[in-house]
């Protein structure tokens, strides 16, 4: 077993392991939970120091078989890009677990249950960036669906269930079309070069213009809905108001990222022609998120909407960088996500601050 897998596996044994702890101790369950993610988060740091900068190859790779009958395997590995928001995800869960430490209470399942979901969601966020086989990246990409939904839907205020359920079927939807492509790929490289999922095989596969068009607007489409870039964006702002702080950080702080990253380890790598014949439509789209985002931003009367926004707004700029197709914009783009993932935490966390203390989320409360 690599770092890599052991740091993987390690939230999701930890949520295993907390229903041993007693359920009236809420105390002993957080300073557990914060104790795994801070070591998981130690554990990255590692995996952040052994990595090799001058090597462009995948690092801390394995591969074993999975489903054989269909050539799919559980291969996990790290490059640059991947790295960095797996550090971005393993530094902000326990910096949310600390900052947050009463969130879990009067939730709909208790102060075990948050927990849990928040360690599953771990686990599934570093799988997500650390999957190198296309159908182990799917499988991730939809199984964060889960614990959101269920953080969103049990511990959040206002339209909880209304924002949590919209959040899932948009997300949903996106990820049907990314299957069918999924399948279509599958399909035409056991025609090339033997059926597989693997990310450095499929890269080399010869698809005709129309095809490819089909298949990467199914990828693009379901990682511009996580994004979120306009107008695929609408369950973000319900989400943000409706979800906790904590949950807000995560959500935008580091689930927002698997969109721009499935941009550029999918759509650029798999469909480097589709890529360019919808460069300038990408464009726009990404121009009018920047002006759309900031304009809905000024007119918001609640904080943690008014940060929703500026993320569409901020996320139009990371998606112009990587469709600028020069390696300036991507470098940018993959800078701007970092950066936003943590500046973006650091807001969410003190508008909770704010709204503990004065009861209210709504803007013109604080004034005076």
């Known amino acids: 077993m690599s770092l890599l897998t052991l740091i993987g596996a390690l939230p999701l044994l930890g949520a295993g392991l907390i229903y041993f702890l007693p359920s009236k101790n809420s105390d002993l369950i957080k300073k557990y939970v914060f104790a795994v993610t801070t070591l998981v988060a130690i554990g990255s740091i590692f995996l ?8 462009t190859t995948m690092q801390y790779v394995q591969s074993n078989s999975w489903i054989s009958a269909f050539n799919i395997n559980f291969a996990v590995g790290v490059d640059g890009i991947s790295l960095v928001l797996i550090l971005l995800s393993t530094i902000l869960v326990p910096i949310v677990v600390l900052a947050t430490w009463n969130e879990s209470e009067g939730g709909r399942w208790g102060v075990k249950t948050f927990y849990v979901l928040i360690l599953v969601l771990e686990t599934m966020m570093i799988g997500v960036f650390a999957a190198t086989d296309l159908f182990l990246f799917y499988v991730f990409f939809e199984a964060m669906l889960i614990p959101v939904y269920f953080l969103i839907g049990g511990y959040g205020s206002g339209n909880r269930s209304g924002a949590a359920i919209k959040f899932l079927l948009y997300s949903l939807f996106g990820g049907l079309l990314m299957l069918a492509s999924i399948i279509g790929i599958y399909v035409i490289s056991g025609n090339q070069i033997g059926a597989t999922f693997d990310l450095t095989q499929l890269a080399t596969l010869e698809i005709d213009n129309q095809t490819e068009n089909f298949l990467f607007l199914g990828f693009f489409i379901a990682f511009a809905i996580k994004a979120p870039l306009w107008p695929f964006h609408t369950w ?11 949950t807000s950080v995560l959500l935008l702080g580091v689930l927002d990222k698997v969109g721009t990253y499935g941009m550029i380890r999918f759509c650029l790598a798999l469909f480097p022609d589709a890529s360019k014949t ?29 940060i929703a926004f500026t993320s569409i707004s901020h996320f139009g700029f990371i998606t112009m960088g990587i469709f600028a197709m020069t390696s300036q914009g991507m470098s940018g783009a993959n800078l701007y996500m970092v950066n936003h993932g943590f500046s973006t935490a650091a807001l969410f966390l003190v508008a909770g601050w704010m709204m503990s203390r004065r009861k209210s989320s709504t803007i013109s409360d604080f004034g005076g």
């Open 236 to 246: 973000l702002p319900d989400a943000a108001k409706a979800a906790t702080p904590g």
């Open 48 to 55: 952040a120091l052994g990595f090799d900068k001058s090597v």
């Open 278 to 306: 919808f460069t300038p439509l990408i464009i726009t789209l990404a121009v009018i998120s920047i002006i759309y985002g900031a304009f809905m931003a000024i007119g918001q009367k609640d904080i943690k909407g008014l």
